[in-house]
């Protein structure tokens, strides 16, 4: 069983920074990408950013880039997401997810992900 946890949510005013962590745990997982996504109220989900786990390429949605950078630690346990400058529609649960088949195309589309966290809510105030 694989799971992984987010955690570094919460409540920011337009301009502040947060920084979420997505740890990965349970047996060996031989994973080819990572993202991040996030769902608002009555939204679908989207793709914010993803990373290529081996040689670490990212990737980003028009709508973070240049303000998110998403990383990983040495280990290989952890992924994470810096957010700077983040406005009021950055608001939304935020998920992280992994794919253990990525083939490098697709990375924005949900179906290419395996596992999936329960997220964790960031909320940015006008």
């Known amino acids: 069983q694989v799971q992984l946890v987010e955690s570094g949510g919460g409540l920011v005013q337009a301009g502040g920074s947060l920084r979420l962590s997505c740890v990965v745990s349970g047996r060996t997982l031989v994973r080819s990408a990572m993202g991040w996504f996030r769902q608002a109220p009555g939204k679908e989900r989207e793709f914010v950013a993803g990373?290529?786990?081996?040689?670490?390429?990212?990737y980003y949605a028009d709508a973070v880039k240049g303000r998110f950078t998403i990383s990983r630690d040495n280990a290989g346990n952890a992924v994470f997401l810096q957010m700077n400058s983040l406005k009021p529609e950055d608001t939304a649960v935020y998920h992280c997810a992994a794919s253990a088949r990525w083939t490098g195309v697709g990375l924005e589309r949900k179906e290419t992900y395996d596992y999936w966290g329960q997220g964790t809510q960031v909320t940015v105030s006008s």
């Open positions: 990373l290529r786990w081996t040689g670490g390429t990212t």
